[in-house]
């Protein structure tokens, strides 16, 4: 390998042409200005074979651990370390913000009663906030009332440098040093002298810059809020005197697990409630007049009533229209809601209910027959009674229908473990 060939330059180069002629080979051919994995590899060759060449010309370790010690060699380094962070992981992360501070999260636990109404809580906020009579620099005011402008003194973590450094190895076997920006002087080496006599130090804050309140704060969780959905307090957690903004407050909504016992027994799916009742044989007959359905979130006791002469069937379900959950949406001020439905179990008699032939003659002169019970022309020599039989709650297991083929496996929708329908859409929020 001819290193000069490498760099395309002549052998009468100077070691800054070499350098300059290094950096525009490198920049070109680095592995990672590329997708296409076979390209890829190609570069990440030719890059190899670049930087051996501008070892050997520049006598920089043989082993091939050379150091940077020239800062603008660093410099040019570190913008190769940060693309190598995301090398095969995709993009680098985003750079932390650092202008402002983290935020709080704190979870708040709302039944599904508070959640239905929605809630006003009330609490009180203790945070860290600026000192408004020396703004934060601790000192004590000038006589006329002016701001101290304090010295400003060389900072210590950085020693006055303005960034901290921090030994790499690139996967190439170099090691380089990555500068990164003093946190406490925000790359500006020097500091603010704080006041170090009783008499210097500002009487509100003593000196610190920050004074502790209490505030008093309403949240209000707007009614229909479901799990996971956030309230937030704009720039209200702590103030920093390092110059960067606080960070928000944000209450994430939980539900309690656990309900009171005078909560209804509905059963919440995206925004719709879900319970069961139950009536008599006779009612689903003969009809009824305000029967108590359920209570709701908001302590209203519901009732239905048949029409006229409707009879309610096995399978029946009963759709109310917006009884269901309240879908919270910021932007009108009358809520909608979602509809309540309501399973009907009808109550047979029990064996031998009645008390004498009497009330089933009764009955069977008062029902009609049924289309199915059409009397059909037996012959006793190819007809059987059945006597002996069992009378079961389910059909045999879905595995074994399967098996045998049976077209009917999937014909009751409501056969997954958790009683939803099976494929069915996820809530979509609004
Ligand atoms: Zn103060
Ligand atoms: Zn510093």
Known sequence: MDPYEVLEISEEATEVEIRKAYKKQALKYHPDKV??????????????????????????????????????????????????????NGPPPPPPNTMKNEDVIIEIKLTM????????????????????LCEGNGWKRRKNGNLYDPPLIDCKKCSAKGYTERKLKTPF??????????????????????????????KKCHGEGLLK?????????PRGYVENDKVTLKKQADQTLDGKEPGDIIFVVKQEENQSSDSPNLEKRCNDLYMTTT???????????????????????????????KVIKPGDILKIANEGWPISNESRHDVSFGDLYVTINIEFPPDNWFSEKNDLIQIQNILPEGRQSTKVELDPRNSENITNYEIVNELPSQ????????PYRNANPYNSPGGMPQGAPECTTQ
Request: with cysteine; glycine share 6%; charged share 30%.
């Open 399 to 406: 595995e074994k229908s399967q098996e045998d083929g049976n």
């Open 173 to 202: 076997g170099f090691s380089t040093i990555q500068r990164r920006a003093c946190p406490k002087c925000m790359s500006r080496g020097k500091i603010r002298a704080r006041p170090t006599t009783d008499k210097n130090k500002c």
């Open 35 to 88: 997708t296409d994995p076979t390209e890829k590899e190609a570069n990440e060759i030719k890059f190899k074979e670049i930087t051996h060449a501008y070892e050997i010309l520049t006598n920089k370790g043989g082993a091939g651990h050379s150091s940077f010690d020239d800062p603008e060699d660093a410099d040019f380094m570190n913008f190769f370390t940060q693309d190598f962070s995301g090398y095969d």
């Open 279 to 309: 009536i008599s044989l006779l009612e689903a007959i003969s009809g009824f007049e305000n029967k108590f359905l359920t209570e709701t979130y908001d302590d209203r006791k519901l009732t239905w009533s048949t029409a006229k002469g």
């Open 213 to 221: 309140i209490n505030e008093n704060v309403t949240i209000s969780i």
């Open 113 to 132: 009663k508070e959640l239905y109404n929605g809630k006003n809580i009330k609490f009180q906020l203790s945070r860290n906030v600026i000192c408004e």
